[in-house]
T-cell receptor
């Protein structure tokens, strides 16, 4: 079954702790993305990666870090420097050889709550 | 001006009605356009890509007007299961990379 998986589905964190959100895809997609969504808001891009060992900051990268050591995996770390981390985090991937090349497919998301 | 603008709604329609959503975008260099559907507390799912010539998929029709920088989605014969938030999405070219910008969405509520 091809797709994108994210874990955990729900995550609770104490203030001051770093947490890492997992994102894995078996679609053989080149590009992967992280977004956050706040209630009543659109998706905002945190980081994206078009190839292994390379990634770019999105619009709201401060307080987050990523790695792309394998094509199928793109974990996101929410650090204690992120001032308002409570949100719905969505991972997506796209096939850069597809048509149109930008079409992105999403994982089920992780809801992070900071206590 | 916001990059992608949509009427947040909600649009309340009875089953069987025809409903249309509009979206405007600010970047005239945008090349790719999409409609995604998002159910409450779920991830967005691709509904359809939008092509210059317009395209139809069953009860759904998407149109693009590049001159006016405007995209539309028409849903005919609305079903209860069409209730969701519809996201208008366009690509933005940025230093050789292309990323997607999402509108905040238009909520549709279909009632019996």
């Amino acid at each position: 079954d091809g797709g994108i998986t994210q874990s955990p589905k729900y995550l609770f964190r104490k203030e001051g702790q770093n947490v890492t959100l997992s994102c894995e895809q078996n679609l053989n997609h080149d590009a992967m993305y992280w977004y956050r969504q706040d209630p009543g808001q659109g998706l905002r891009l945190i980081y994206y990666s078009q190839i292994v060992n390379d990634f770019q900051k999105g619009d709201i990268a401060e307080g987050y870090s990523v790695s792309r050591e394998k094509k199928e995996s793109f974990p996101l770390t929410v650090t204690s420097a992120q001032k308002n981390p409570t949100a719905f985090y969505l991972c997506a991937s796209s096939d850069l050889g597809g048509s149109p090349t930008d079409t992105q497919y999403f994982g089920p998301g992780t809801r992070l709550t900071v206590l | 001006r916001k990059e992608v603008e949509q009427d947040p709604g909600p649009f309340n329609v009875p089953e069987g009605a025809t409903v249309a959503f509009n979206c405007t975008y600010s970047n005239s260099a945008s090349q790719s356009f999409f409609w995604y559907r998002q159910d409450c507390r779920k991830e967005p799912k691709l509904l359809m890509s939008v092509y210059s010539s317009g395209n139809e998929d069953g009860r759904f029709t998407a149109q693009l007007n590049r001159a006016s920088q405007y995209i539309s989605l028409l849903i005919r014969d609305s079903k209860l299961s069409d209730s969701a938030t519809y996201l208008c999405v366009v690509n933005i070219a940025n230093s050789g990379y292309s990323t997607l910008t999402f509108g905040k969405g238009t909520m549709l509520l279909v009632s019996p």
